[in-house]
């Protein structure tokens, strides 16, 4: 079949975009492979965000490696609620050539719910799998912006999970717009978290809550069936005695007519 001219233009024009169009990375839509129970603990309540009741949370990870680089992401999931694009999503890249960490080097890390230790937490994580192997290994810089952070005290907690984990905040400006949050290398960093606020339920333990929770359940059911079958039996009694003062009612008022109707006559 013979093509025209305006049509080998056109050709060469729709497939100029593909050729450019930028080619994701094959592990940047895995989905999670791993996953462990954490659990919230509960802690007083916040001026800015509310009540911090006792919640668990799906913490789910996926790893890949190759002789070029190393790659993690972990995300935690709410139950029956769905967060943000880039919400609970934490992802390392490592660069075995340049020998180099890059940690949510895309965007800055963001949790729900806030102010509840989650964003230690995940940062310990990536920590603790980054050192095993790459403590030698340098860590890229990350800028934070100011529009991350809702507030002067998300920014505060911000900078102090930052610095509690090893990494160094260094504002730009004096009127603290503009941050970058660095450290040389992994062996500075620290795997440690606040515990009191987030810690891991194994898999006996969260079996050991499923238990004793249906053991409570079970319990809860007999005490609801004892005191419906005692609210029947009052039910039953209270009737009783409702048509025995019924009856007596009507018989004195029948007497007080008879005393009258004999003391007429």
Known sequence: MMTSAADKQFETSTAVPEENAPVAHPWQGLPAERFQLIRLNALPADRETGLRPLQFLSFGRVER????????????????????????????WVDHQEQQVRINNDYPLRTEPANRGLGRFMLAQA?????????????????????????????????????????????????????????????????????????????????????????????????????????DLLKSEDSTLRFTIAMLAIFAVFQAALLIWMATR
């Open 65 to 92: 490696h190759s002789e070029a680089e190393s790659f993690l992401r972990l995300t935690v999931e709410l139950p029956a609620h769905s967060t943000p694009k880039e919400v609970n999503i934490l992802e390392v």
């Open 127 to 231: 920590i603790a799998w980054a050192a095993k192997r790459w403590k030698h290994y340098t860590v890229a810089s990350q800028p934070l912006l100011i529009k991350h952070a809702k507030s002067d005290a998300a920014r505060l907690r911000r900078d102090h999970a930052l610095q509690a984990q090893g990494f160094a905040v260094t504002y730009e400006d004096a009127v603290q717009m503009r941050a970058v949050c660095s450290v040389g290398r992994v062996s500075q960093l620290h795997s440690d978290w606040n515990d009191s606020k987030v810690s891991i339920v194994d898999t006996l333990d969260s079996a050991m809550m499923l238990q004793n929770a249906d053991q409570n359940l079970n319990s809860q059911r007999a005490q609801i069936k004892k005191l419906n079958e005692r609210i």
